[in-house]
Protein backbone atom coordinates (compact mmCIF):
# COMPACT_ATOMS: atom_id res chain seq x y z
CA UNK A 1 0.00 0.00 0.00
CA UNK A 2 2.73 2.28 0.96
CA UNK A 3 4.01 1.55 -2.68
CA UNK A 4 0.94 2.79 -4.25
CA UNK A 5 1.43 6.00 -2.26
CA UNK A 6 4.65 6.90 -2.94
CA UNK A 7 4.05 6.31 -7.03
CA UNK A 8 0.81 8.60 -6.50
CA UNK A 9 2.78 11.39 -4.98
CA UNK A 10 5.74 10.64 -8.06
CA UNK A 11 3.33 11.22 -10.48
CA UNK A 12 1.46 14.13 -9.40
CA UNK A 13 4.73 16.07 -8.66
CA UNK A 14 5.87 15.19 -12.19
CA UNK A 15 2.66 16.58 -13.58
CA UNK A 16 3.09 19.69 -11.27
CA UNK A 17 7.07 20.22 -12.77
CA UNK A 18 5.95 19.78 -16.54
CA UNK A 19 2.97 22.01 -15.60
CA UNK A 20 5.13 24.80 -14.40
CA UNK A 21 7.68 24.17 -16.56
CA UNK A 22 5.27 25.62 -18.96
CA UNK A 23 4.56 28.31 -17.37
CA UNK A 24 7.95 29.12 -16.79
CA UNK A 25 9.48 28.76 -20.00
CA UNK A 26 11.02 31.28 -21.62
CA UNK A 27 13.24 31.94 -25.05
CA UNK A 28 16.43 33.70 -26.11
CA UNK A 29 15.92 35.67 -28.99
CA UNK A 30 18.44 37.08 -31.19
CA UNK A 31 17.15 40.43 -31.61
CA UNK A 32 17.43 41.07 -35.53
CA UNK A 33 17.51 37.02 -36.33
CA UNK A 34 21.33 36.89 -35.82
CA UNK A 35 23.54 36.23 -32.65
CA UNK A 36 26.25 37.99 -33.86
CA UNK A 37 24.86 40.80 -35.81
CA UNK A 38 21.40 41.62 -35.55
CA UNK A 39 21.55 44.78 -33.66
CA UNK A 40 23.37 46.33 -36.74
CA UNK A 41 22.58 50.01 -39.11
CA UNK A 42 20.60 48.81 -42.73
CA UNK A 43 18.57 45.89 -40.97
CA UNK A 44 14.87 46.82 -40.91
CA UNK A 45 13.92 46.00 -36.83
CA UNK A 46 10.66 47.07 -37.23
CA UNK A 47 9.80 44.57 -40.16
CA UNK A 48 11.94 42.06 -38.16
CA UNK A 49 9.91 42.44 -34.82
CA UNK A 50 6.67 42.63 -36.23
CA UNK A 51 6.96 38.83 -37.44
CA UNK A 52 8.07 37.70 -34.15
CA UNK A 53 6.11 36.87 -30.74
CA UNK A 54 7.37 37.82 -27.64
CA UNK A 55 6.47 36.43 -24.51
CA UNK A 56 6.60 37.33 -20.48
CA UNK A 57 10.11 35.96 -19.23
CA UNK A 58 11.89 35.61 -22.53
CA UNK A 59 15.39 37.23 -23.28
CA UNK A 60 16.47 39.78 -26.02
CA UNK A 61 20.13 38.87 -27.05
CA UNK A 62 21.88 42.19 -29.10
CA UNK A 63 24.64 40.83 -30.83
CA UNK A 64 26.88 43.18 -32.52
CA UNK A 65 30.26 42.32 -32.03
CA UNK A 66 31.83 43.87 -34.96
CA UNK A 67 30.62 47.33 -33.59
CA UNK A 68 31.05 47.11 -29.96
CA UNK A 69 32.55 50.61 -29.66
CA UNK A 70 30.33 52.46 -31.77
CA UNK A 71 26.93 50.94 -30.76
CA UNK A 72 25.13 49.93 -27.46
CA UNK A 73 21.55 49.63 -26.71
CA UNK A 74 19.19 51.65 -24.48
CA UNK A 75 15.97 51.21 -23.30
CA UNK A 76 13.96 54.03 -23.55
CA UNK A 77 10.27 55.35 -23.28
CA UNK A 78 7.97 55.43 -26.47
CA UNK A 79 8.48 59.53 -26.86
CA UNK A 80 12.20 59.16 -27.13
CA UNK A 81 11.71 56.00 -29.28
CA UNK A 82 9.78 57.90 -31.86
CA UNK A 83 12.49 61.06 -31.65
CA UNK A 84 15.70 59.27 -31.60
CA UNK A 85 16.68 60.90 -28.13
CA UNK A 86 19.09 59.18 -26.35
CA UNK A 87 19.47 61.41 -23.47
CA UNK A 88 17.24 60.06 -19.90
CA UNK A 89 16.93 56.52 -21.12
CA UNK A 90 15.35 54.05 -18.38
CA UNK A 91 18.20 51.65 -18.72
CA UNK A 92 21.60 51.25 -20.51
CA UNK A 93 21.26 47.50 -21.33
CA UNK A 94 25.23 47.70 -22.83
CA UNK A 95 27.86 45.38 -21.11
CA UNK A 96 30.72 46.29 -23.52
CA UNK A 97 31.28 43.44 -25.44
CA UNK A 98 28.98 43.67 -28.10
CA UNK A 99 26.44 40.87 -26.85
CA UNK A 100 23.79 42.03 -24.39
CA UNK A 101 20.75 40.45 -23.16
CA UNK A 102 17.80 42.14 -21.64
CA UNK A 103 14.75 40.11 -19.49
CA UNK A 104 11.63 40.77 -20.84
CA UNK A 105 9.32 40.86 -17.45
CA UNK A 106 6.57 42.57 -17.86
CA UNK A 107 3.64 42.77 -20.33
CA UNK A 108 4.21 45.87 -22.46
CA UNK A 109 6.10 47.35 -25.40
CA UNK A 110 9.43 47.57 -24.53
CA UNK A 111 11.41 50.55 -26.89
CA UNK A 112 15.23 50.29 -27.56
CA UNK A 113 17.43 52.30 -29.45
CA UNK A 114 21.67 53.12 -29.98
CA UNK A 115 22.26 56.46 -29.12
CA UNK A 116 25.25 58.41 -30.69
CA UNK A 117 23.17 59.06 -34.06
CA UNK A 118 23.32 55.38 -34.85
CA UNK A 119 19.15 55.31 -34.21
CA UNK A 120 18.41 58.41 -36.93
CA UNK A 121 20.15 55.40 -39.40
CA UNK A 122 17.34 52.68 -37.92
CA UNK A 123 19.01 51.40 -34.94
CA UNK A 124 15.87 50.76 -32.96
CA UNK A 125 13.84 48.10 -32.25
CA UNK A 126 9.73 47.84 -30.32
CA UNK A 127 8.98 44.72 -28.51
CA UNK A 128 5.36 43.81 -27.81
CA UNK A 129 5.40 41.01 -25.06
CA UNK A 130 2.40 39.22 -24.67
CA UNK A 131 1.23 36.64 -21.73
CA UNK A 132 2.52 33.15 -22.10
CA UNK A 133 -0.42 31.60 -21.22
CA UNK A 134 -2.23 31.30 -24.19
CA UNK A 135 -4.94 33.76 -25.55
CA UNK A 136 -8.89 33.24 -24.31
CA UNK A 137 -11.05 31.84 -26.93
CA UNK A 138 -13.56 34.10 -28.80
CA UNK A 139 -16.96 34.03 -27.31
CA UNK A 140 -19.72 31.68 -28.42
CA UNK A 141 -22.14 33.72 -30.82
CA UNK A 142 -24.89 32.77 -28.12
CA UNK A 143 -23.46 34.94 -25.96
CA UNK A 144 -22.57 32.89 -23.36
CA UNK A 145 -19.22 33.46 -22.15
CA UNK A 146 -16.46 30.52 -22.62
CA UNK A 147 -13.57 29.50 -20.53
CA UNK A 148 -10.38 30.54 -21.05
CA UNK A 149 -7.70 28.31 -21.43
CA UNK A 150 -5.89 30.31 -18.17
CA UNK A 151 -8.45 29.31 -15.84
CA UNK A 152 -8.79 25.72 -16.90
CA UNK A 153 -5.46 25.72 -16.65
CA UNK A 154 -4.90 27.29 -13.20
CA UNK A 155 -7.90 25.65 -11.59
CA UNK A 156 -6.10 22.26 -12.72
CA UNK A 157 -2.87 23.07 -10.80
CA UNK A 158 -5.09 24.66 -7.97
CA UNK A 159 -7.01 20.63 -7.69
CA UNK A 160 -3.54 19.06 -8.05
CA UNK A 161 -2.46 20.74 -5.44
CA UNK A 162 -4.82 20.15 -3.19
CA UNK A 163 -4.75 16.49 -3.90
CA UNK A 164 -0.97 16.57 -3.07
CA UNK A 165 -1.23 18.20 -0.03
CA UNK A 166 -4.31 16.10 1.20
CA UNK A 167 -2.78 12.98 0.12
CA UNK A 168 0.47 14.15 2.46
CA UNK A 169 -1.49 14.94 5.39
CA UNK A 170 -4.25 11.55 4.85
Known amino acids: MEILSSTKNMLMMMMMSAMMWNMVKSDLIYVGGSKGSGWVLGRNLTNWSLNQTFYLNDWLYFGYENNKLSYNVLEVNKTSYKNCIDAGFIKNVTGGAG ?72
Open 99 to 170: RDVFHLTKKKTYYFLSGGGNCFQGLKVAIHVKDSVAPAPAPHKSGASALDASNIYHSLMVLILILMFTNFLG
